[in-house]
């Protein structure tokens, strides 16, 4: 899954005066960024999640060892580079020059195909509320910074609404991906996995 982080003086106009009108323009860049991020690789989600992660780990290891870059490694960081360019210009495109994005951040999340063999619930919130992911099989992003997985279209309330699991209150699953019980919760495969 793809987190996009938008940094525009365009939205920033709006952050505080109409926060309606701030989100959904920043919901609107986001899509428009991903979009035209995914065309170069055959509008593909996981194909374009590959091409970002190799583009950074080449970035890496040149710097690391202070080497010039193989025609393979410089092809994959240009070609991620001009998809890059590409979609900040089409996230802002709609809006006044001097507001356009100065910057634009995209990280994948290593995501997983599950199935959740029984019944999975937060710890309940403030107002009594408790968000439970019923048996099934389910697309999932592992936010290991966060130390949370992301059900998606999870929610039975409809609208592809995701919930959150919080790893801290389920100790038996608390290794994703690893060490999992398989009478609650079975990866079937990675659909792909980013390397920390």
């Not at 495109?93 to 995501?111: K, M, Y």
Request: charged share 35%; with cysteine; net charge negative.
């Amino acid at each position: 899954m793809p987190i996009v982080r938008i940094d525009a003086a365009f939205l920033e106009s709006f952050k505080k005066e109409d926060r309606e009108r701030y989100h959904r323009e920043e919901h609107e860049a986001q899509d428009r960024f991903l979009a035209k991020l995914y065309e170069p690789y055959g509008n593909d989600e996981r194909a374009c999640a590959e091409a970002w992660d190799k583009a950074r780990h080449f970035d890496v290891e040149l710097q690391r060892f202070d080497r010039s870059p193989t025609e393979h490694e410089r092809e994959t960081i240009d070609r991620w580079k001009t998809a890059k360019e590409a979609a900040i210009a089409a996230a802002g495109a709609p809006w006044p020059p001097q507001g356009r994005p100065g910057s634009i951040d995209v990280t994948f999340l290593s995501t997983y195909c599950v199935q959740v063999a029984s019944e999975l619930a937060n710890d309940p919130k403030r107002d009594g509320t408790t968000q439970k992911i019923a048996c099934g099989k389910y697309t999932l992003d592992h936010d290991n910074d966060a130390s949370r997985l992301i059900f998606r279209n999870a929610d039975k309330r409809g609208g592809d609404l995701s919930v959150n699991l919080k790893l801290r209150e389920h100790k038996a699953i608390a290794q994703f991906p690893n060490n999992l019980p398989s009478t609650q919760l079975e990866v079937i495969e990675p659909w792909y996995r980013v390397d920390a």
